[in-house]
C-alpha cells in the first residue's frame, strides 16, 4: 500500500533509492521501502551523488596509475554500468526497440517488454556509450572529472522524477508501476537537491544544464505520451540515459 502520510523527507529514504536504483548491498527494509517507494523519489538524485562519485573516484584511480584519460572514462563508465545493474542501458535499449518497432501502444509495450534487443536498442546503446565516452574524456582531459560525474549522475536521475509525475502508467504492472506516482513535494525537492548540487559544484554550468536537462525530459514526456500514453520503467531508464548523454555533451562546450 502507498504510504499515505504527508510527504516528508526521511534519511532512510537515501538507503531505498540506492537500493533500487543500484546493486549496491544496502540493508533496507523491504516493506518500509516499497510503502514509502513514490515519497521517496525525492532522494534519486542524492543516489545519483554517491554513484557518480564512486565512478569519478574509479576514473581518479586509473589516472593515478597512469591509465590514458580516454580509458579512465571507459572503466568509469563501465563501473557505473555494473554499479546499477546496467537497468538504465537496459531501459534505453528497451524504449528504442518499443518506441520505433512498434505500429500501436499496445504492439509497443509488448516489444518493450520482450527481453530481446532489436536494430533499435543496439544503435541506441552504441550511440549513447559513444557520445558518453567521448565526451567524459574530454571532461576528464579538462580536469573535470569530479563535478561532470557527480552531476551528471545527479541530474540525470532527478530528471526521471518530472517523468513519473506529469504522466500516467502506461500499464498495470512493471517496477515504475510499483513505485507510484509521486506528489509534487518529494519531486521538487529532489530537483531542488540537484540544482544545489550544480549551483555548489559548477555554477557556470547551471543554466546549459537546467535548459538542456529540460529539453531533453520534456521532449520524453512528449513522446512517450504520443506513443504509450504514459510512462514505464523502460521510459524511466531512457530518460536517465537520454540526460545523462547530454548533459555530459553540454558540459563539454564548457571546457573545449
Same mark, same amino acid.
Given at each position: 500500500?502507498?504510504?499515505?502520510?504527508?510527504?516528508?523527507?526521511?534519511?532512510?529514504?537515501?538507503?531505498?533509492?540506492?537500493?533500487?536504483?543500484?546493486?549496491?548491498?544496502?540493508?533496507?527494509?523491504?516493506?518500509?521501502?516499497?510503502?514509502?517507494?513514490?515519497?521517496?523519489?525525492?532522494?534519486?538524485?542524492?543516489?545519483?551523488?554517491?554513484?557518480?562519485? @564512486?565512478?569519478? +573516484?574509479?576514473?581518479?584511480? #586509473?589516472?593515478? =596509475?597512469?591509465?590514458? &584519460?580516454? $580509458?579512465?572514462? %571507459?572503466? *568509469?563508465?563501465?563501473?557505473?554500468?555494473?554499479?546499477?545493474?546496467?537497468?538504465?542501458?537496459?531501459?534505453?535499449?528497451?524504449?528504442?526497440?518499443?518506441?520505433?518497432?512498434?505500429?500501436?501502444?499496445?504492439?509497443?509495450?509488448?516489444?518493450?517488454?520482450?527481453?530481446r534487443i532489436g536494430v533499435y536498442g543496439v544503435m541506441a546503446l552504441v550511440?549513447?556509450?559513444?557520445?558518453?565516452?567521448?565526451?567524459?574524456?574530454?571532461?576528464?582531459?579538462?580536469?573535470?572529472?569530479?563535478?561532470?560525474? @557527480?552531476?551528471? +549522475?545527479?541530474?540525470?536521475? #532527478?530528471?526521471? =522524477?518530472?517523468?513519473? &509525475?506529469? $504522466?500516467?502508467? %502506461?500499464? *498495470?504492472?512493471?517496477?515504475?508501476?510499483?513505485?507510484?506516482?509521486?506528489?509534487?513535494?518529494?519531486?521538487?525537492?529532489?530537483?531542488?537537491?540537484?540544482?544545489?548540487?550544480?549551483?555548489?559544484?559548477w555554477p557556470a554550468a547551471a543554466l546549459p544544464l537546467l535548459v538542456v536537462?529540460?529539453?531533453?525530459?520534456?521532449?520524453?514526456?512528449?513522446?512517450?505520451?504520443?506513443?504509450?500514453?504514459?510512462?514505464?520503467?523502460?521510459?524511466?531508464?531512457?530518460?536517465?540515459?537520454?540526460?545523462?548523454?547530454?548533459?555530459l555533451i553540454t558540459l563539454t562546450t564548457l571546457v573545449t
Amino acid at each position: 500500500m502507498p504510504d499515505t502520510a504527508a510527504p516528508t523527507p526521511r534519511l532512510r529514504d537515501i538507503a531505498a533509492a540506492l537500493g533500487l536504483l543500484s546493486r549496491l548491498p544496502i540493508p533496507i527494509d523491504p516493506a518500509r521501502a516499497t510503502a514509502r517507494s513514490a515519497q521517496a523519489v525525492w532522494a534519486y538524485p542524492v543516489a545519483g551523488l554517491v554513484l557518480g562519485g @564512486l565512478a569519478a +573516484a574509479v576514473a581518479q584511480i #586509473a589516472l593515478w =596509475l597512469g591509465i590514458p &584519460a580516454m $580509458l579512465a572514462a %571507459a572503466l *568509469a563508465l563501465i563501473s557505473l554500468v555494473i554499479l546499477t545493474g546496467a537497468m538504465h542501458e537496459d531501459g534505453l535499449a528497451d524504449t528504442a526497440d518499443g518506441l520505433w518497432g512498434g505500429w500501436d501502444a499496445p504492439r509497443r509495450l509488448e516489444i518493450m517488454k520482450d527481453s530481446r534487443i532489436g536494430v533499435y536498442g543496439v544503435m541506441a546503446l552504441v550511440g549513447s556509450f559513444t557520445l558518453r565516452w567521448h565526451a567524459l574524456g574530454l571532461l576528464i582531459v579538462a580536469g573535470a572529472t569530479w563535478p561532470a560525474m @557527480l552531476l551528471t +549522475a545527479s541530474l540525470s536521475r #532527478a530528471a526521471m =522524477l518530472p517523468v513519473m &509525475a506529469r $504522466l500516467p502508467h %502506461a500499464r *498495470a504492472t512493471g517496477l515504475s508501476h510499483s513505485v507510484g506516482r509521486p506528489d509534487n513535494m518529494p519531486t521538487l525537492i529532489g530537483l531542488a537537491i540537484a540544482l544545489a548540487a550544480t549551483l555548489i559544484l559548477w555554477p557556470a554550468a547551471a543554466l546549459p544544464l537546467l535548459v538542456v536537462g529540460s529539453l531533453v525530459t520534456f521532449a520524453v514526456i512528449a513522446i512517450a505520451r504520443a506513443k504509450i500514453g504514459g510512462q514505464t520503467g523502460d521510459i524511466l531508464g531512457a530518460t536517465q540515459t537520454l540526460t545523462e548523454t547530454a548533459l555530459l555533451i553540454t558540459l563539454t562546450t564548457l571546457v573545449t
